[in-house]
């Protein structure tokens, strides 16, 4: 059984929504994003993301941008990201672990050898922000042959067929994007997300992760009352800018995320309450 | 009224529905854009089949831009080559100084139609941010052009026009700063405000549908130098030149001429410093298979599938990706696609300055320089077509920064 859909079933079990923070690898440095990582579950991560840096990350805000450019700056492409990952894997054999990125450097390992590789060194989904349902199918088919999901994205725009498409081809959870935007942009309207988090719980029995925009515990907490998952990057990967220790990126990720966590987990409880009634 | 062209013959066999050429093109972006661009693309297809809209952007072409666009031979320079007749398609002489008008009026009138209030638009040389802002102020919309830091540098003529249109120039700090960052921030402020906003895109790159879309509006090059061609010289050309960044003047030219077997079509790439280094912009020449900016295309990347800096003395060639539809025609062997370096450019812009009193865009030198080789080695009853795709006044302060004059 995939890690994933394990650990959806034991937070659902446990009544909990799930934490997957977001962190770019290489950033600040390649020698820290193992320690953030396990940094991250310690402080209460369920799933974690673990973005594969690209040159041109069009889909993604300032921060993400600047993160990716300082991770290549030290050259980390795919090899260390997957390098980093066996790493985590030493030491964490349980919390699921997704790979998020843009298509060309996969394609240009080759998609099947990437399926491979990133199996082998212990990934259990991927997310390529630039590769739609509508262009899936190959990519999908040679992930699922080794066992990885294929995360899609839905948006505030996605009409009612595209959602289907995207719920039909989903393994894992449907990613739903909360903002009309790029990563990080600061305009989430949590009253809003309610009515589209059912919209998309009504075509698919995958757990429904929100991101894209959400900072901090009150929004986490806000967002925890309606999504199965609340996803945090670009506020993470802000915060990480500035560390130029592994010590002080470790502190970092364990300072923002328990408040976050702890937030979370008191909206859990009273979902679980209302749920028993 | 001068009869154009642009209604005849709009519905070429590719892409096939969902935008490919082939393998290439699709439609490789994020998710909250793809509604966007389901709804581009049938807005586009009902229009191109809506005589009253065909009717409107015929009469822009006619009277707005000034087409068509005559046919120049180049008595003086063929003299000098000695070889083939050099025929040039004056693009230049279009309003605005470029094949760009002829795509921003299309996709203007098509945002009007749809609704949209603002526009946006990326540019490298800035001939299309100048074309876009030129149609956003004749249609009384706002208009947001970004433009790579690098080039607002050294095409700060047309940022001041830009300016002198009521549009805002945003200059992109990030990565190359050049026209592929212009591109990704132009995308991500669609991303943001994809409700009220028309992403007026500049070239046949990007995701289904602008490849086709683009080539559509500026096919009317090609329709118009076809007839052109039959009419002065009752014969079509031996061969068709025209320089290639995204490839939108080239594609304008070529894809009226693909049935016409007899016909070569030349693709010139920036080959910059020489294709052996890595300083240059031809991903045709010198590239491979990947995906960029929305399509799967040639593009240039490194070992780990990062977009590498490229390099070209003209703002408009210095891309990493093409266009998918040149991919294809590349491929199936329709089209050839060469490399011109920035010193073989230089010496086409003063050849052709001086021999005919036409000053070409650094780009369009590029299509003047392989032009003329090919030219020297045909016969003088052989006829070469080159897209003159526009005029260098906006690069006078590039030219003479490279030969070291100050003003």
């Not at chain 2, 000695?82 to 002829?102: F, S």
């Amino acid at each position: 059984m995939n890690r994933i859909d394990r650990r959806f079933a034991e937070l659902d079990a446990q009544g909990r929504v799930a934490l997957v923070p977001y962190v770019t690898a290489g950033h600040p440095h390649p020698d820290f994003s193992v320690d953030i990582l396990h940094a991250a579950v310690e402080a209460g991560a369920d799933l974690v993301e673990l973005g594969m840096p690209f040159s041109d990350v069009m889909a993604d805000g300032p921060v993400i941008q600047n993160a990716c450019a300082r991770a290549l700056e030290h050259g980390t492409g795919l090899d260390h990201v997957l390098d980093m990952v066996r790493s985590f894997r030493q030491k964490d054999e349980q919390t699921p672990l997704i790979l998020m990125g843009y298509l060309n450097p996969i394609e240009r390992r080759g998609a099947e050898r990437f399926a491979a590789d990133a199996a082998e060194a212990g990934v259990d989904a991927i997310l390529v922000v630039d590769c739609p349902a509508d262009e899936a199918d190959e990519l999908k088919r040679l992930l699922a042959s080794k066992g990885l999901h294929q995360i899609f994205l839905v948006a505030p725009t996605t009409t009612e067929s595209r959602l289907d498409h995207a719920a039909r081809l989903a393994g894992g959870f449907v990613y739903y994007v909360s903002i009309k935007g790029v990563t990080g942009a600061a305009s989430l309207d949590v009253t809003s997300l309610a009515p589209m988090v059912e919209k998309v719980r009504d075509r698919t029995r995958l757990p429904v992760a929100v991101g894209f925009g959400i900072r901090g515990p009150e929004q986490a907490a806000a967002v925890a009352q309606t999504a199965d998952a609340v996803v945090i990057g670009s506020a993470l990967v802000d915060r990480l800018d500035s560390c130029d220790s592994k010590e002080a990126a470790v502190k970092e990720v364990r300072d923002y995320l328990a408040p976050v966590r702890e937030a979370m987990d008191n909206v859990a409880s009273s979902r679980m309450k209302k749920a028993a009634v | 009224m001068a009869k154009t062209a642009s209604t005849l013959d709009f519905s070429p066999a590719l892409p096939d529905r969902s935008g490919h050429f082939g393998i290439f093109g699709g439609r490789f972006v994020s998710e909250t854009l793809m509604p966007a661009l389901e709804e581009l693309d049938q807005a586009w297809r009902r229009y191109l089949a809506d005589a009253d809209f065909m009717a409107e952007f015929d009469r822009d072409l006619a009277h707005f831009v000034g087409r068509p666009s005559p046919l120049y031979l180049a008595e003086n320079l063929t003299r000098q080559v000695g070889g083939a007749q050099i025929i040039l398609k004056r693009e230049d002489l279009n309003h605005t100084g470029a094949h760009k008008i002829n795509n921003t009026v299309g996709q203007g009138l098509l945002a009007r139609a749809m609704g949209k209030k603002r526009v946006i638009a990326e540019t490298g040389a800035g001939q299309h941010g100048v074309a876009s802002a030129t149609v956003a102020a004749r249609l009384g919309m706002e208009c947001v052009v970004y433009m790579g830091a690098e080039d607002v540098r050294r095409q700060s003529i047309n940022v001041f026009r830009m300016k002198l249109l009521g549009a805002e120039v945003v200059a992109v700090e990030a990565g190359s700063r050049t026209l592929k960052d212009a591109l990704n921030e132009a995308m991500r402020d669609w991303t943001t405000n994809v409700d009220d906003t028309f992403y007026i895109l500049g070239t046949v790159a990007g995701p289904h549908p602008y490849p086709a879309m683009v080539r559509d509006f500026n096919a009317v090059v090609g329709r118009e130098a076809r007839a052109q061609m039959i009419e002065q010289y009752g014969r079509l050309p031996k061969a068709l030149v025209a320089c290639v960044g995204g490839g939108s003047n080239a594609i304008g030219l070529f894809h009226p001429f693909i049935e016409d077997r007899d016909v070569d079509m030349y693709g010139v790439e920036a080959a910059g410093r020489g294709l052996s280094g890595e300083e240059h912009a031809a991903s045709l020449c010198a590239g491979r298979v990947g995906v960029l900016h929305g399509s799967r295309t040639y593009l240039l990347d490194d070992e780990a599938g990062q977009i590498r800096h490229t390099h070209s003395v003209s703002a408009g060639l210095d891309y990493p990706g093409v266009g998918p539809e040149h991919a294809w025609l590349k491929d199936s062997g329709r089209a050839q696609y060469v490399g011109i370096t920035d010193e073989e450019a230089m010496k086409a812009f003063h050849a052709l300055t001086r021999s005919e009193g036409i000053m070409p865009a650094l780009e369009t030198a590029h299509a003047i320089a392989y032009g003329m080789k090919l030219a020297a080695e045909l016969p003088s009853d052989e006829l070469v077509l080159i897209n003159l795709s526009g005029r260098g006044d906006k690069d006078i302060n590039t030219v003479a920064e490279v030969e070291g004059i100050t003003f």
